[in-house]
């Protein structure tokens, strides 16, 4: 899998992350910005592009959850359920377009 980063500009992925998050969550209550957003993601990270497996998001999203557990003072379950929530949306999206 780290080959799939060989070449990648992380700060430019730090900002590219912050801005997929927030969509993700806009996405998730709805919003056709986000919703352009997120197909765009999805046909970037598909297949024919940069191959991004669905197993893999399941692995993102508990990398996810761990770094909100550790930067979160108040974080608990429901904090946590409500992450899982608005990320499975997206997540689901992606998946299905791979």
Not at 44 to 71: G, Q, S
Request: charged letters at 30%; proline letters at 2%; aromatic letters at 10%.
């Amino acid at each position: 899998m780290a080959e799939k980063f060989t070449d990648t500009d992380f700060e430019r992925q730090k900002h590219a992350l912050q801005l997929s998050l927030r969509m993700m969550a806009l996405s998730s209550v709805g919003g056709d910005a986000a919703d352009l957003y997120l197909e765009y993601i999805a046909r970037r990270h598909d297949r024919h592009h940069l191959d991004i497996e669905p197993a893999l998001y399941n692995l993102w999203l508990e990398a996810l959850i761990d770094a909100v557990r550790e930067c979160d003072p108040e974080f608990d379950a429901a904090v946590e359920r409500s992450w899982r929530a608005v990320m499975r949306h997206g997540i689901d999206y992606m998946t299905s377009h791979y």
